[in-house]
């Protein structure tokens, strides 16, 4: 994979918004080790013993194991492995591959990406996000007990415990995740990487700039800039993806439809600071000097590409920064929407083993 240089990107594509305007966007963010010691606060609570428990089948050269681990006291996170079978003293490097909305651990992208790695000595592990697959009783329906469990922590007023089930929850259960993984004996704790699929995207970035121990991220479809996209009236992919919540938030709030101002309002209660300093491309800044892969499309609803834009400059500084641009691909697939496909899954493969596999 080549390094691909943003603002060549954005000549070559011919797009409508002039560099110079993009970088006249870049906000002045908080410092990076504030950042990260504010987001990490904002997420904090007890924590408990993982528990974990799992069930192992063989299948050729090939061991896939099934269970649980806790991330909080009521929390039991369904968890997904493939691992070649080798000498139990091996340590492997890890992928972690994230699911977007509606999907869950099972899609038949995780099957097929976490066979190729298991065959290439990496192991795979996937998660079901909060309020997906067997994280609700009998399995979840798509994204609708996700879009309800967004508009119940909207009404909410209890100032001692606000959940953040839409992306935030499920960072901290990563960060739990990496607790467990390290504490294992076959885990390569210093050769982990992580990636998803949209909201597995942005759960990873977010994840992945507060802990350090996620070494490799791959950003599939979800770098943008929530501010950008809610101040230049093109929040509706994003907020599409929980619509049920904006619709039952409208109302509540007296409008007869979704629109910019409730949008906001939802969002500044259910992701405080994700227009402000937990912006992508304010986040992303913590990334650096860890090797990133970011896959995007240039005509992405969900992540308006002006918005994507100042996120590729935001990183493109910060590795320049940190002498570590060569670790940094930025991929962009032109005269395509919010999809995910063969091209990216190899991408994604081929990153992992390039950094997980020295």
């Known amino acids: 994979m080549s390094q691909i240089n943003f603002k060549a990107l954005v000549f070559f594509l011919l797009l409508s918004i002039p560099v110079a305007q993009v970088l006249a966007q870049v906000p002045q963010y908080l410092p990076v080790q504030q950042v990260r010691k504010d987001f990490k606060a904002l997420l904090d609570r007890p924590k408990v013993a993982p528990k974990p428990e799992f069930t192992t089948v063989r299948k050729d050269s090939i061991q896939v194991d099934r269970g649980f681990i806790y991330t909080e006291a009521n929390e039991r996170m369904p968890i997904l492995i493939y691992k070649p079978v080798r000498a139990e003293q091996t340590k492997l490097p890890i992928a972690i591959f994230l699911h977007g909305t509606g999907g869950n651990k099972d899609g038949g992208e995780t099957k097929g990406l976490f066979t190729r790695l298991a065959k290439a000595g990496i192991m795979g592990v996937a998660i079901d996000a909060r309020y997906h697959g067997q994280r609700i009783a009998g399995g979840a329906h798509g994204s609708k007990e996700y879009a309800e469990a967004a508009y119940q922590a909207f009404k909410t007023n209890d100032a001692t415990h606000h959940a953040y089930p839409f992306l935030y929850d499920t960072s901290y259960d990563l960060w739990r995740l990496v607790d467990y993984l390290v504490s294992r004996a076959d885990v390569k704790?210093?050769?982990?990487?992580?990636?998803?699929?949209?909201?597995?995207?942005?759960?990873?970035?977010?994840?992945?700039?507060?802990?350090?121990?996620?070494?490799?991220?791959?950003?599939?479809?979800?770098?943008?800039?929530?501010?950008?996209?809610?101040?230049?009236?093109?929040?509706?992919?994003?907020?599409?993806?929980?619509?049920?919540?904006?619709?039952?938030?409208?109302?509540?709030?007296?409008?007869?439809?979704?629109?910019?101002?409730?949008?906001?309002?939802?969002?500044?209660?259910?992701?405080?600071?994700?227009?402000?300093?937990?912006?992508?491309?304010s986040m992303l800044r913590l990334l650096a000097p860890r090797p990133v892969l970011i896959l995007s499309k240039d005509k992405d609803q969900n992540n308006p590409y002006p918005g994507a834009q100042i996120g590729f400059?935001?990183?493109?500084?910060?590795?320049?920064?940190?002498?570590?641009?060569?670790?940094?691909?930025?991929?962009?697939?032109?005269?395509?929407?919010?999809?995910?496909?063969?091209?990216?899954?190899?991408?994604?493969?081929?990153?992992?083993c390039k950094y997980l596999l020295n």
């Open 189 to 281: 704790a210093d050769r982990i990487g992580m990636g998803g699929i949209s909201m597995g995207g942005i759960e990873t970035w977010m994840a992945a700039a507060v802990d350090t121990r996620i070494y490799a991220s791959v950003l599939g479809i979800s770098v943008q800039s929530f501010k950008w996209s809610l101040e230049n009236d093109q929040w509706q992919g994003r907020a599409g993806t929980i619509g049920e919540a904006h619709t039952k938030a409208a109302h509540d709030l007296g409008d007869l439809a979704i629109n910019q101002h409730n949008v906001k309002a939802v969002w500044n209660k259910i992701l405080p600071g994700i227009t402000g300093e937990f912006d992508c491309p």
């Open 313 to 352: 400059e935001s990183i493109t500084e910060a590795y320049e920064k940190a002498n570590a641009a060569d670790k940094l691909d930025i991929e962009v697939q032109p005269n395509l929407g919010h999809v995910f496909n063969a091209k990216d899954m190899d991408l994604t493969y081929q990153f992992f």
